[in-house]
């Protein structure tokens, strides 16, 4: 697993928690960043306008945001939603996604539901969304970079989705040749550390599949009594 970012490691370790957990599978692994585009049925650019908080929350079916769509940077934006199903942080968890981080989701996605679940209120974001039984949900599953906090035009993580998004329209045999081309254009920008950071992002899809969180075979679970935990060699 990966660790909290630094400067939110007290606060987060405090935060409260949502009613549900997170226990991934062994072989699961966490999407890259092109293959969260190329799965999520929405990618909705929102803002906050309001919601529960999440000291309010006493479950699950409690938690909801409320969300003015801007743009549907994937999927018809007449069908996006007007609420999501998770909550509103209080100030002392308002923290927003770090701009130049384009490869681990935000911190509150380390604890909990292993999902980001509290947005600041007023807060634009970008959303990859779902369609089951009838209700948008977060894409990706745990760890992934749902929603991400993009408070202007220019941000890199819109650059890098809007990419991307193209890329995946394309037939999968140009896909690796479009992914180089923009890496080498990105990364001959040597005076642009933004250039340089989606660069990096880009190299990272061309390097494939990320590994599984753990290798499959025994595990222990941290929480379980000593006496019955499983052994390993």
């Known amino acids: 697993m990966r660790f909290l970012l630094p400067f939110a490691v007290f606060a987060l370790a405090a935060a409260p928690l949502p009613a549900f957990a997170c226990s991934p599978a062994p072989s699961y692994a966490v999407p890259t960043n092109m293959e969260l585009v190329a799965g999520a049925d929405m990618i909705l650019l929102a803002t906050v306008t309001g919601g529960a908080p999440i000291d309010a929350v006493d479950g699950p079916d409690t938690m909801r945001i409320d969300i003015k769509p801007i743009a549907a940077l994937k999927g018809d934006l007449a069908n996006a939603p007007a609420t999501l199903p998770i909550a509103i942080a209080p100030d002392r968890f308002a923290i927003p996604s770090n701009p130049y981080d384009l490869a681990n989701a935000h911190p509150l996605a380390e604890i909990g539901g292993c999902i ?118």
Not at 125 to 148: C, K, M, N, Y
Not at 157 to 173: K, N, T
Not at 197 to 212: I, S
């Open 116 to 233: 980001r679940y509290m947005v600041p209120k007023g807060s634009r974001l970008l959303f990859f969304l779902d369609r089951r039984e009838g209700q948008w949900v977060p894409a990706g599953g745990p760890f992934s970079r749902w929603a991400e906090d993009v408070l202007t035009d220019d941000a890199p993580w819109l650059q890098a989705v809007r990419f991307y998004i193209d890329v995946a329209e394309l037939p999968e045999s140009e896909r690796t040749a479009v992914l180089a081309a923009r890496r080498d254009e990105w990364a001959a920008k040597d005076g642009d550390p933004v250039a340089q950071l989606l660069a990096a992002d880009v190299a990272r899809q061309l390097a494939g599949p990320n590994k599984p969180l753990r290798d499959e075979g025994p595990w222990v679970d941290p929480d379980a009594p000593a006496e019955t935990a499983p052994e390993t060699e």
